[in-house]
């Protein structure tokens, strides 16, 4: 990312790389080569965007990305900044569905809706940096706690020979874990969770009513390398799930 006055210069519109990940790769070089230094504040938004030729939509979520793995902090009203060393930002952990039963004590299983390869879309290419046509797999799944419906999760990723799908039993098995098996390691997500109602379909599996308030989250899940792998989205039933998270305040002295 070359640099004018301190504020950076346009990414490759032409690259098969989703702008947002070349923006969020291109700070993080800054930051790493110490021409952003720890605490230091990001150049205004507005003089982002004009110099990466980027939509307001398409920079913030590559801050945000930044955010979440605990390269920058966000101070409202007042913009981005370098994470300080030892900075923490509350605690985000990256689990299945089987982890957290087991975590919770509670018997996972699934019944499968869909298990199927199908060729990429445009719009699923662009979200998993991989050609159009491609191979992927699409799985959806009602996701049971106790025998209790309390999620459908429908997802999809490229259809990798080394993981030998069409003879997985995905009522049972942990797809973090096959993959997992395979040497290809989930290490980050980045997620957005919003409430909606439950269509007819959804209601259905998971024996509610019409309109029974849903949480439904997206995630977009990478490996180890930073590449984007799963794309899912996990729509909850509203009473049956809970999300749990800290916040911290920094006390300023004087004040």
């Known amino acids: ?8 210069a346009p990414l490759q519109a032409d690259s098969p790389e989703p702008l947002w990940q070349q923006a969020a790769k291109a700070i993080t070089r800054e930051i790493t080569t110490g021409k952003l230094t720890s605490g230091s504040r990001l150049p205004p938004e507005r003089d982002l965007i004009d110099r990466l030729s980027i939509s307001r939509v398409t920079l913030r979520r590559a801050l945000q990305s930044l955010v979440s793995s605990g390269v920058l902090v966000s101070s409202h009203g007042r913009g981005w900044y ?9 605690p985000q952990t990256l689990e299945s569905f089987s982890e957290t039963a087991a975590r919770l004590g509670l018997t996972p299983s699934s019944e499968v809706l869909r298990a199927q390869e199908a060729p990429a879309t445009l719009d699923e290419a662009e979200e998993l940096s991989v050609a159009p046509g491609s191979k992927l ?5 009602i996701r ?16 990798m ?10 009522s049972a098995a942990s797809l973090f874990r096959i993959m997992s098996d395979a040497g290809i390691e989930l290490v980050r997500a980045d997620s957005t969770i919003e409430a909606r109602g439950a269509d007819w379909t959804l209601a259905k599996h998971l024996g509610i009513d019409v309109g029974m308030p849903i949480l439904a989250m997206h995630q977009l899940i ?26 911290s305040r920094t006390v300023k002295s004087g004040g």
């Open 161 to 170: 020979r080394e993981l030998n799908l069409s003879a997985i039993d995905f």
């Open 144 to 159: 049971k706690l106790d025998g209790v419906p309390v999620a459908v999760d429908t997802s999809y990723f490229p259809a």
């Open 137 to 141: 797999f699409h799985l959806e799944r």
């Open 222 to 247: 990478e490996d180890s390398a930073g590449r984007p792998l799963i794309s899912s989205i996990i729509r909850y039933a509203g009473d049956r799930y809970r999300l749990r998270t800290s916040f």
């Open 82 to 90: 370098v994470a300080t060393e030892g900075h923490q930002e509350f």
């Open 1 to 8: 990312m070359a640099k004018t006055d301190g504020i950076v």
